[in-house]
């Protein structure tokens, strides 16, 4: 069955040779075609170019007509953690009340809570709580989720949640990427023997998630008050023993050390940097790491803001994903990190568009499926309202623009 999209007034971040990702000024450019026509054929982008040059198509098909609208690939998100039980709206209102976030942690708030709340939930109801998430996303134009474990903290608790993941990729049409995150926290039976709990998450959490194969990723929370550089060397170590590509929460709350050892251990990407100096630029630009922003994140927390802008000036590549989670990112509209990440970290449309969709696409392992409008790539795409520009997307940060979405040549 053929998808035939055709009047699109700009089709957007189009490749004739796809790239793995986007670095420094490349970033300020897109590849569109103006009055074009896309042919989406099973799950595959199987054509697209100008209407002037549109081939006959053949057999039977479905046309939709986009005239004065837009067509961009879906977004990548790359850092979320979606599966989750209950809410923490009331630390929001502790936030308000001038708590940090790290005040809250050592109150048993913050992780813990969500760890203990994950424990008390079954797995059946994980998954139905974690299903309009995934809808919700899908309906702002997400294509691709990586979504984290680390609400468990036990062997229990961080097996349950991979299998909910699991089931979420076996049942919805998004290409989502599991990673296993058991060192999200100490639990608080650890306290003071932060070491022992190392050990279990490399000597008993870890070959059961390897043996059931439920995690592409293993990810450490790499920072002030959490997971030490020596103790996230260990974890991302053990995990490479299993086959796990490391990805890594880093400089979220100091200069952790957290990139360093990232690229050290040849992760996939450094996430939050919050705290990003010369230091950590010249070591991720010797590397194939992917420096990742979380601007919803940020933006909740009123934490400082990542220089994006440095990085992007320095030559390195840039992401940004929604870090979608209860306590201090709770929306994954990655729409809506668009006008964050052009508001808050100056960065353009262009350079917005590269960062949530070919680079999002880089730190989840799939460039070489999503992030872009290649022949041959997952026919994951959205068709807009009827909008002026690519900037509209960022500017108009409280407007829903998607008419239309597309996954895996579907309209769902």
Known sequence: MRILIKNIKKLVQTESKPKLKVSGKEMAKLKNIDNAYLVLKDDVIEDFGKMSKMPEIEGVYKGIDASDKFVFPSFCDSHTHLVFAGSREI????????????????????????????NETSEDALYEQALPRINEIISQGTGAVEIKSGYGLTIDGELKMLRVIKRLKETTPLIIKSTFLGAHSVPAEYKGKQNRYVDLVINEMLPKVAEKN????????????????????????????????????????DFSGGVQIGVKNNALSVDHLEYIGDEEIKVLKSSE???????????????????????????????????????SSPSGNMKLMLSFASVNYKMTAEEVMNASTIN?????????????????KKANVFITNKIPSIEFMSYAYGSDLIDTVILGGKIV
């Open 91 to 118: 630390e929001y209102n502790d936030k308000i009340k001038g708590l940090s976030y790290e005040e809250i942690a050592k109150r048993g708030g913050g992780i813990l809570n969500s760890a203990k709340l994950l």
């Open 214 to 253: 439920l995690a592409d990723f293993i990810d450490v929370f790499c920072d002030k008050g959490f997971f030490t550089v020596d103790e996230t060397d260990r974890i991302l170590s053990a995990g490479t023993k299993y086959g796990l590509p490391a990805k890594i929460h880093a400089n979220e709350l």
């Open 289 to 327: 790491t992917m420096p990742t922003i979380l601007p919803g994140a940020a933006f909740f927390l009123n934490m400082p803001y990542s220089p994006a802008r440095k990085m992007i000036d320095a030559g390195l590549p840039l992401a940004v994903a929604s870090d979608f989670n209860p306590g």
């Open 360 to 376: 999002t696409a880089y730190a989840m392992g799939i460039s070489n499926i999503a992030g872009s409008i290649a022949k041959g």
